[in-house]
């Protein structure tokens, strides 16, 4: 599989303006939903409410669900941490935007969540970043809490350095073109040109920079050899020259390394093992193939495997679930109860005993089961229960 792609959106990830971003990298990666991360946000107190409103965008927005891979602080524990990197493993399409790039990078750092993203890249997936999480992709990172409402020292963190081997070595800068300063500079995301001037100063030298304007998205598509610009204002090149890539338009990622004065890598792309995985045996509910899965990994990561211990890893935690949902599905545990009372139900209403037949109805939505009538007969559905 090619490559696939990071979009790097420098604010409104979830305004109208940027859904076709949005459903650009979903289809090129044949996402079937977005894994969300929230660290970024994590250490706020209304964290719940906007992961919220993040599955809610996804959901309305583009028809498709979000699952939020929480990891809000490293207090969680290893459990939560293997459950978020087992999301970001199987995913096609992750998201992470908003907070503060400082908070995600130290929660983040011991985590291997760059390794996850770099394979999940490498194999076709879509990266999405937005505004704090942007920051975050480059081989450095700029502390913008620390520095423009602390008050802190200018310096670079060390950022995720997401595509490194893919070719492009560089530095995000979203919110690229803010004017929030109302007589007072604040592009640069809130740095200014006087201040980014001293802290480009203190980049490894020949190291690029990509600038984001606000309610923007670029586009960098590996697989096609491209970046496009979406959104209301442009992408600035800043490197051995400086290029304004203005929304509708698109480079060849050829020229875009050469401005930037980096390099795709040699093309000796690490040899992956192939391992056995849980997906057929949870597919043949059988519980001892699952047993033998386990097993066979079990013993790669005894030979000292890395790739075999992290998927072991990931399959315990499947396991942890399935030891609280079982095997087999709760529709079909319940089924031939729920198919009775249905049929009794329709004979009420046949008989015209209305109160009687609503009854049943709404018993069975208590307990999560929605009844669907049509010209055809009455459908059911199970509800997860939360």
Known sequence: MSAGRLILMGSGEVSNRLVAAHRLGVERAGAREAVVLDTPYGFQENAPLLSERLTGFFRTSLSIEAAI??????????????????????????????GSPGYALATW??????????????????????????????AKTLPVYEIFKVGAGLEWLEGL???????????????????????????RCYMGRRRF????AMLPEGMGVIGVDEHTAATIDFGTGEMSVLGAGGVTLSGADDMFVADGE??????????????????T??????????????AA???????????????????????????????????SELAVSGLVEPAEWVGGYVELLVEARSRLRARKLWEAADGIRSGLERLGVTLQDSPSGTTWILRERG
């Open 109 to 138: 750092r011991e985590t291997g969540l760059a390794a996850a993203l770099r394979k999940v890249l490498s194999d076709g997936a879509t990266v999405t970043l937005a505004s704090a999480a942007a920051l975050t992709a480059g």
């Open 197 to 200: 001037q001293r802290l480009r």
């Open 285 to 319: 509910r059988s519980a001892e193939m699952i047993a033998e899965t386990l097993l066979r990994l079990e013993s790669k990561a005894a030979d000292g495997s890395p790739q075999a211990r992290q998927t072991l890893r990931s399959a315990l935690l499947e396991m």
């Open 161 to 187: 350095n997401l595509t490194a081997h893919l070719g492009l070595e560089t530095v995000v800068i979203p919110h690229w073109n803010n004017t929030e300063g109302q007589g007072f500079d604040t592009s």
């Open 269 to 282: 792309r690490e040899s992956l093992e192939t391992l056995p995985d849980l997906t057929e045996a949870k």
């Open 69 to 98: 891979a929480s990891y809000r602080s490293d207090a969680e524990g290893e459990g939560a941490r293997e459950r978020m990197l087992a999301a970001v493993r199987r995913a096609r399409y992750v998201f992470a935007g908003p």
């Open 250 to 267: 698109a480079i060849a990622l050829d020229t875009m390394f050469k401005l930037l004065e980096t390099s795709p890598p040699a093309p």
